[in-house]
């Protein structure tokens, strides 16, 4: 869940922004499992190989929602990155 979804407040609402920080979640549970636990971010303990989507990743899962990618700039990524 999208950590502004997760706050205790009268005012919450469901974006499409939301949806990319669980597209993140997503992608980094089906490349790192059963490692399901956000401490590579401060540890640095990223796959190389998988450097194209650690990015993705860590764009995905911005605490800031604003600073989160739109789904069609993630496909413009995926596209990129020939996946």
Do not use: Q
């Amino acid at each position: 869940m999208a950590p502004e979804l997760s706050f205790e407040s009268s005012t919450v609402w469901v974006s499409k922004k939301a949806d990319v920080y669980s597209f993140g979640v997503t992608i980094y549970t089906l490349l790192y499992s059963p490692n399901h636990k956000f401490d590579f971010i401060d540890e640095g303990k990223f796959n190389p190989k998988f450097e194209h989507f650690n990015r993705l990743i860590l764009m995905c899962i911005e605490k800031e929602v604003r600073a989160r990618p739109t789904m069609n700039e993630v496909l413009g990524f995926l596209k990129e990155i020939k996946v």
